[in-house]
C-alpha cells in the first residue's frame, strides 16, 4: 500500500478538478505541468510526502475586489479586478496584469501558476503571481483607462510592494496603463519604490523590456536550432498576434535573417507573401498602439498582401511558427497542418497558446516545440533585472542588457535540455524539461522551509 499522501496522477487530477469547479484554464494548465512531474517525482519519496505539487497548485491567495469607475458619459461602470499570488518560495510575487474582457479567475490561476514555473526557469529570485480585471480597454478614452487604472490600483496597491508582489503589463496593459497605475500607486502610499516593472524610462523602466518578450522567443528559437546545426536565417516564419510580443518576435527574426509571413489579431490574420519587413512592422506598432488600429488595415496598407477575416494563420506553410496572441489560440488540428506543411519548429510568445490536444501533435511529430513558459520567460527576466535596477538606483546600458537577455535565454535553454532530455536518442522534450526545472527549483525551496 503507498504511504499516506501519495496520491497517483489520476487521482490528483480528479481532486483539482474537484476543487476548482468552473476553472477548465487552471486545471488544463496544471493538468499538463502534472503529466511530467509524477513522473520525475515517482521515486522521489520527499516531494510525496511534503504534498509540493499540491501546494504550488493551490495558490498562497486570490484578492478580487470591485472596481468602481465613471465613463465619459458619467455612468457609473462596475468591473471586478484580481489578483492572484501563487508561490512566492524563491521570491516576491511578480507577473503581469492583464486588461481584457475575457479574464476570469480561472484565466489568471492558470496565468500565475504558469509564471511560477517560468520565473524559477530564468534563475532570477522571483515568485509567480498575476492579476487583471475584465475590463476592455478598447475604445475606451485615455481619460476613461486613467480613472480605471486609478481605481484598479486604489485597491491593489494593498496588496503588492517592491518586496511582496511586483506586477508587470499582459494584454491590455502596457506604457500607457503602468504609467497611469504606478502615478496612483505613488500617490496614495507617497513612496517611490520598483512596485511595479514595464514602466516607462524616465520613472525608473529598464531599457529593452518592451522588446524582451519578442526576443526573447526568438533566441530561445534560435539555441533550439543551432543545437542541431540549423538557425532562423532564410527560414519562413508564422507569427499570431500583433501586439507587443508578436511584434517584436517579428522584428527580431528579421533581424536574423527570418522571414514572417503572418500577423493577427482577435479579427482575423494578415497574409504578406512578400515578407513583413522593419519598415512594416513599424508601421504596424504605431497602428496598434498609437492608433490603436486594426490588423486588416495593413493588406490595404502594403499591396500584396491579403486579410483573411475570422482565421487564424496556421494553414500559411512555414518552417518556423510563433504564437503570440493569447492561450488555446492552436488546436490539435492546425497544429497538425502546421507538421503536414513542413514547419520544423515552435516557439510560444504567448502564454499556454497551443491547447493540450496540439501539445500532444508537437510532441508525436517530435519537431522542436519551446512551450511559453521557456520560450517567452524574457519579458519576466528583464523585468526582474528591472528591480534590480531600482534597488540599486541604476540604469544598465542597452548592450549589457541585450547580453544579459541573450545569456538568460541561453540557461533556460540548457535548464531544458538538461531535464528533457532521454538516454539513447537526441530530441529533447522541452515542455518535460521547463516543467521539471522549474518545478524542481521552487520545491526544494518549500521543502526548505517545512510546512508553510
Ligand atoms: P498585447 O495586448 O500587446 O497584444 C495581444 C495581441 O493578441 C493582440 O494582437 C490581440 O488582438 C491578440 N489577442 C488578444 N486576445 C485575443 C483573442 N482572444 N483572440 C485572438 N487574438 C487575441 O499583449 P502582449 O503582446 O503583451 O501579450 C500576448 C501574449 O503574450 C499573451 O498570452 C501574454 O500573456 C503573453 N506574454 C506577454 C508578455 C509581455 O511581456 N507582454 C510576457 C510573457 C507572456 P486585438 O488587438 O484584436 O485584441
Same mark, same amino acid.
Given at each position: 500500500m503507498a504511504p499516506p499522501g501519495h496520491v497517483d496522477l489520476s487521482g490528483?487530477?480528479?481532486? *483539482?478538478?474537484?476543487?476548482?469547479?468552473?476553472?477548465?484554464?487552471? @486545471?488544463?494548465? @496544471?493538468?499538463?505541468?502534472?503529466?511530467d512531474? &509524477?513522473?520525475?517525482?515517482?521515486?522521489?519519496e520527499a516531494y510525496h510526502r511534503w504534498q509540493i505539487l499540491r501546494r504550488i497548485a493551490e495558490p498562497d491567495r486570490v484578492v478580487s475586489f470591485r472596481v468602481v469607475w465613471q465613463d465619459d458619459k458619467n455612468n457609473i461602470r462596475v468591473q471586478r479586478g484580481w489578483r492572484v499570488q501563487n508561490n512566492?518560495?524563491?521570491?516576491?510575487?511578480?507577473?503581469?496584469?492583464? &486588461?481584457?474582457?475575457?479574464?476570469?479567475?480561472?484565466?489568471?490561476? &492558470?496565468?500565475?501558476?504558469?509564471?511560477t514555473f517560468k520565473n524559477a526557469l530564468t534563475g532570477l529570485p522571483m515568485g509567480g503571481g498575476k492579476g487583471g480585471a475584465n475590463f476592455n480597454p478598447k475604445g475606451k478614452s485615455d481619460s476613461e483607462v486613467m480613472?480605471?487604472?486609478?481605481?484598479?490600483?486604489?485597491?491593489?496597491? /494593498?496588496? $503588492?510592494?517592491?518586496?511582496?508582489d511586483v506586477p508587470a503589463g499582459d494584454i491590455g496593459v502596457g506604457a500607457r496603463e503602468i504609467g497611469?497605475?504606478?502615478? #496612483?500607486?505613488?500617490? $496614495?502610499?507617497?513612496?517611490?519604490?520598483?512596485? *511595479?516593472?514595464?514602466?516607462?524610462? =524616465?520613472y525608473g523602466g529598464s531599457l529593452i523590456r518592451t522588446e524582451a518578450t519578442g526576443y526573447g522567443a526568438v533566441y530561445f528559437l534560435e539555441n533550439m536550432l543551432s543545437r542541431l546545426g540549423n538557425s532562423v536565417e532564410g527560414k519562413t516564419a508564422v507569427i499570431s498576434g500583433s501586439g507587443n510580443v508578436a511584434t517584436h518576435a517579428a522584428e527580431k527574426m528579421v533581424q536574423l535573417g527570418g522571414k514572417v509571413l503572418t500577423l493577427s489579431d482577435s479579427e482575423g490574420f494578415i497574409h504578406d507573401p512578400d515578407g513583413i519587413t522593419q519598415e512594416k512592422i513599424d508601421w504596424v506598432k504605431a497602428h496598434k498602439t498609437k492608433r490603436r488600429g486594426r490588423i486588416s488595415d495593413y493588406a490595404k496598407e502594403f499591396t500584396g498582401s491579403t486579410f483573411h477575416a475570422g482565421q487564424r494563420p496556421w494553414g500559411v506553410p512555414c518552417d518556423l511558427a510563433l504564437p503570440c496572441a493569447t492561450e488555446n489560440e492552436l488546436t490539435g488540428q492546425e497544429a497538425e497542418l502546421l507538421v503536414k506543411n513542413g514547419c520544423i519548429a515552435v516557439s510560444e510568445g504567448a502564454n499556454m497558446p497551443t491547447d493540450l490536444d496540439g501539445v500532444h501533435v508537437f510532441k508525436e511529430a517530435g519537431i522542436l516545440y519551446a512551450p511559453g513558459k521557456a520560450a517567452n520567460a524574457g519579458g519576466v527576466a528583464v523585468s526582474g533585472l528591472e528591480m534590480s535596477q531600482n534597488s540599486? /538606483?541604476?540604469?544598465?546600458?542597452?548592450?549589457?542588457? #541585450? #547580453? *544579459?537577455?541573450?545569456?538568460?535565454?541561453?540557461?533556460?535553454? =540548457?535548464?531544458? @535540455? =538538461?531535464?528533457?532530455?532521454?538516454a539513447g536518442t537526441d530530441h529533447i522534450n522541452y515542455v518535460r524539461g521547463a516543467n521539471i526545472a522549474g518545478f524542481k527549483k521552487v520545491a526544494d525551496a518549500m521543502l526548505a522551509y517545512g510546512v508553510v
Open positions: 490528483f487530477l480528479e481532486g *483539482l478538478k474537484r476543487r476548482n469547479p468552473g476553472q477548465p484554464e487552471f @486545471v488544463q494548465a @496544471v493538468q499538463e505541468v502534472a503529466e512531474i &509524477f513522473d520525475f517525482i515517482a521515486d522521489k512566492n518560495a524563491i521570491g516576491p510575487y511578480k507577473g503581469g496584469i492583464r &486588461f481584457h474582457p475575457t479574464v476570469t479567475e480561472s484565466v489568471l490561476k &492558470f496565468l500565475a501558476f504558469e509564471q480613472r480605471f487604472c486609478q481605481s484598479f490600483m486604489t485597491e491593489l496597491y /494593498r496588496h $503588492i510592494g517592491a518586496d511582496v497611469y497605475m504606478f502615478g #496612483q500607486y505613488k500617490r $496614495i502610499t507617497n513612496e517611490f519604490t520598483g512596485v *511595479l516593472t514595464g514602466k516607462g524610462l =524616465e540599486a /538606483r541604476i540604469s544598465w546600458k542597452e548592450a549589457e542588457l #541585450q #547580453q *544579459l537577455l541573450k545569456d538568460i535565454m541561453q540557461g533556460i535553454h =540548457e535548464r531544458c @535540455v =538538461e531535464y528533457g532530455g532521454r
